[in-house]
């Protein structure tokens, strides 16, 4: 693995070609041609980048021509193998403190997630650990998890807060995704979950009092986090208080996104379409009027196989987002209570538990995923003028990224055109 700040994210001026590629995946492919295929897919193919920008891609023979292979910074061989994009997860809570491997037994032995939490277990038992964990040790935990991340194929990553529920502790939390970004090859996406949980001993409606009155502007002042989140749910944040929580981030300029529907339908969906919402992030329990109103609005749906994988919940009905145009995203939903690091295994559980075809697996965890977190430069995808985030798989389909679930497909990592992790480096 490629050790933290040991490169670039993209260096000015460097030269890469990945060449004879037996499949190049540029990207969905466009609805508007009468091709039945959903992926662009160039076959013996080539890629060039410069300056961590794609500039072409096309058949070997005429870009290496355009290109010398001998003159690159970077050759890539890619013979036999295919490339697809690097993949971007939309929904993390990577960057926390301790360990809740028991409650995993606890959860086995029959506990449901709401009695944990009553007991003071789950968020509240990482929010206290999360606040006795120096910044330091927080950079570094997060830093470990990105590591293993980068191996497995993911080259964007949204981290939010949310394990401090004071303002303290989420600022010292945002300060360690900066920190790590600055570190590290992965993009990460930084956002403000102020309102994750209600913290022991406070009531939910005083508890929003503070999230609106003073971590929201001492986040703004701060000036690290792009989204404001909330987890409206039964038992945690109502609509009404969620929506006081958007609103205010709105205020600071903090774009929308919303933990919704996850363990019962309260209308969180439709609260994220009526806010402009980037995303609407689980949706175990959307209704068909859900879909239809997060499509109206543009707000990305974003489900999180993982989380019904470790909780031996029911799935999202992927099919009723996908027959319906939405622009279905996937995403690992990281966290102590789910420890799934893997983009590839999340597309695995979308094609087995969520009926999602490996195409669509993949454009949900690349091209869809970017339009979660409002990255409309091409990322997740290998066009011209995207960022070169590309994967070699150590296979010669793109569809061996979620039908290979026992190990890794991924042989090499580029990001910003410059090798950041290979195969043998996998921690």
């Given at each position: 693995?490629?050790?933290?700040?040991?490169?670039?994210?993209?260096?000015?001026?460097?030269?890469?070609?990945?060449?004879?590629?037996?499949?190049?995946?540029?990207?969905?492919?466009?609805?508007?041609?009468?091709?039945?295929?959903?992926?662009?897919?160039?076959?013996?193919?080539?890629?060039?980048?410069?300056?961590?920008?794609?500039?072409?891609?096309?058949?070997?023979?005429?870009?290496?021509?355009?290109?010398?292979?001998?003159?690159?910074d970077?050759?890539?061989?890619?013979?036999?193998?295919?490339?697809?994009?690097?993949?971007?997860?939309?929904?993390?809570?990577?960057?926390?403190?301790?360990?809740?491997?028991?409650?995993?037994e606890?959860?086995?032995?029959?506990?449901?997630y709401?009695?944990?939490?009553?007991?003071?277990?789950?968020?509240?038992?990482?929010?206290?650990?999360?606040?006795?964990?120096?910044?330091?040790?927080?950079?570094?935990?997060?830093?470990?998890?990105?590591?293993?991340?980068?191996?497995?194929?993911?080259?964007?990553?949204?981290?939010?807060?949310?394990?401090?529920?004071e303002?303290?502790?989420?600022?010292?939390?945002?300060?360690?995704?900066?920190?790590?970004?600055?570190?590290h090859?992965?993009d990460?996406?930084?956002?403000?979950?102020?309102?994750?949980?209600?913290?022991?001993?406070?009531?939910?409606?005083?508890?929003?009092?503070?999230?609106?009155?003073?971590q929201?502007?001492?986040?703004?002042?701060?000036?690290?986090?792009?989204?404001?989140?909330?987890?409206?749910?039964?038992?945690?944040?109502?609509?009404?208080?969620?929506?006081?929580?958007?609103?205010?981030?709105?205020?600071?300029?903090?774009?929308?996104?919303?933990?919704?529907?996850?363990?019962?339908?309260?209308g969180?969906?439709?609260?994220?379409?009526?806010?402009?919402?980037?995303?609407?992030?689980?949706?175990?329990?959307?209704?068909?009027?859900?879909?239809?109103?997060?499509?109206?609005?543009?707000?990305?749906?974003?489900?999180?196989?993982?989380?019904?994988?470790?909780?031996?919940?029911?799935?999202?009905?992927?099919?009723?987002?996908?027959?319906?145009?939405?622009?279905?995203?996937?995403?690992?939903?990281?966290?102590?209570?789910c420890?799934?690091r893997?983009?590839?295994?999340v597309?695995?559980?979308?094609?087995?538990?969520?009926?999602?075809?490996?195409?669509?697996?993949?454009?949900?965890?690349?091209?869809?995923?970017?339009?979660?977190?409002?990255?409309?430069?091409?990322?997740?995808?290998?066009?011209?003028?995207?960022?070169?985030?590309?994967?070699?798989?150590?296979?010669?389909?793109?569809?061996?990224?979620?039908?290979?679930?026992?190990?890794?497909?991924?042989?090499?990592?580029?990001?910003?055109?410059?090798?950041?992790?290979?195969t043998?480096?996998?921690?």
């Amino acid at each position: 693995m490629t050790a933290p700040g040991a490169g670039p994210k993209g260096a000015a001026g460097h030269t890469t070609v990945v060449h004879d590629a037996a499949e190049l995946v540029v990207g969905p492919a466009d609805p508007d041609t009468r091709s039945d295929r959903p992926l662009e897919i160039l076959e013996d193919a080539a890629l060039v980048a410069v300056g961590g920008e794609v500039v072409a891609t096309g058949p070997t023979d005429e870009l290496t021509r355009e290109y010398p292979i001998e003159n690159a910074d970077t050759a890539v061989d890619a013979s036999g193998k295919a490339v697809v994009p690097g993949f971007v997860d939309p929904h993390t809570h990577a960057v926390f403190a301790g360990d809740r491997s028991d409650e995993f037994e606890a959860k086995l032995r029959g506990k449901t997630y709401q009695e944990i939490l009553a007991e003071g277990g789950g968020i509240l038992r990482t929010v206290r650990a999360t606040r006795e964990t120096s910044t330091d040790d927080l950079v570094e935990n997060l830093l470990a998890h990105l590591d293993v991340m980068l191996a497995r194929g993911s080259t964007t990553v949204e981290v939010k807060s949310g394990y401090g529920l004071e303002t303290e502790t989420e600022l010292r939390t945002l300060e360690a995704i900066a920190r790590a970004d600055e570190r590290h090859p992965i993009d990460l996406v930084p956002t403000f979950l102020g309102a994750h949980a209600v913290p022991e001993g406070r009531d939910a409606a005083e508890y929003v009092d503070e999230v609106v009155e003073e971590q929201l502007p001492a986040v703004a002042d701060q000036g690290i986090a792009e989204f404001c989140d909330v987890f409206c749910e039964q038992g945690v944040f109502n609509v009404s208080q969620s929506r006081r929580v958007l609103e205010a981030g709105i205020e600071h300029d903090l774009t929308p996104k919303v933990h919704a529907e996850e363990l019962s339908h309260l209308g969180g969906t439709k609260l994220a379409a009526e806010v402009g919402a980037a995303s609407a992030d689980h949706l175990l329990h959307s209704t068909d009027e859900d879909v239809e109103a997060l499509i109206e609005a543009g707000t990305v749906p974003v489900l999180l196989p993982g989380t019904a994988f470790g909780l031996g919940a029911d799935y999202a009905d992927a099919r009723a987002f996908l027959d319906a145009g939405a622009p279905v995203a996937v995403a690992t939903d990281f966290n102590p209570n789910c420890h799934s690091r893997s983009m590839e295994f999340v597309q695995t559980l979308s094609c087995v538990e969520m009926g999602m075809t490996p195409a669509e697996a993949l454009v949900a965890a690349t091209k869809n995923a970017a339009l979660a977190i409002d990255r409309d430069d091409g990322t997740g995808t290998l066009r011209e003028g995207a960022p070169a985030d590309a994967l070699v798989l150590e296979a010669p389909s793109y569809a061996h990224v979620a039908y290979r679930f026992d190990t890794s497909a991924v042989e090499t990592v580029l990001k910003g055109g410059v090798v950041a992790a290979r195969t043998g480096d996998r921690p």
